[in-house]
């Protein structure tokens, strides 16, 4: 068994609101996963079952090859909360060397990785800085370095890359990679699709409480995709008459087309070679991740609007 946690069935209701509404999923050993959903889709309440801060009203949590038990297993999770969990008053170092003592480090083991992580992220100045004089980026910074400083097996990371500059957006990123390549299981939640689609190796996307997407980034793509081609020649068409596809965008010398149902990308070919064009290049244009996300989060609030209206018209 690869599954280092194993979502069966979860259920999780506020009075009449389904915030996680029969959600399964499975998540595998040193993989990076993207949880993804518009707000009040029930994301932040499944990491708090997760995580042990809430439990589920049914269905079940697998961690680590067991049924998952808060007590015992919250050691092996590192958690980074969207919003700040820090101690405003406190510096920096003693709040962290805190947090590791509570995450079951001695102290002298917690100094040793402290440090480590304090030059590896260029913050081994800010020991006696309190976080209340931090920007936004610096506070990131260490929330990140709080969550992972005790090698959690799975590690929760909401809004990661939130009030950070690019410089260092890249530096936390290279981080999670180098995480992952270590062993440890990442759960990435954003909203920013570009960063999901660069680093995620799977992702579950949930509107509404439920579950409506599921999968690698290539099988959704493909799973989406509307067979359109980009084609790139040497000179600009003349006229463009064919039966095999229709014509999408004209961009100079680029035709954008999309294929009739019964052909094929080579019917494509054919027709342009046929009509004795250079081509210079031919590509599938696949739809981004951010398309995918609008196309199926607006269509499920639309059949919920319909289904309600139906309830109180009938």
Known sequence: MNEILKIDQLK???ATQKAVDDISFSIQRGSIFGLLGPNGAGKTTLLRMITGIFYPDSGSIQFDGKIFNPAEDIIKIGYMPEERGLYKKMKIGEQALYLAQLKGLSKSEAMGKIKFWFKRLEMETWWNKKVEDLSKGMSQKLQFVTTVLHEPKLIILDEPFSGLDPLNANLIKEEIYRLSKNGST???????MEQVEEICDQIVLVNLGKKVLDGTIGEIKQQYKE????????EFPQEINSNVFNVTQLLDKEIVVKINEGFKSNDVLNYFIQQNYSIESFNEILPSLNEIFIQLVEGTA?????????????
């Open 12 to 14: 999780k209701y506020y």
């Open 302 to 314: 639309a059949t919920t609007r319909a289904f309600e209206k139906n309830i109180i018209t009938n």
């Open 227 to 234: 067979n359109k081609f980009s084609i790139k020649l040497q």
């Open 186 to 192: 990442i759960i990435f939640s954003t909203h920013r």
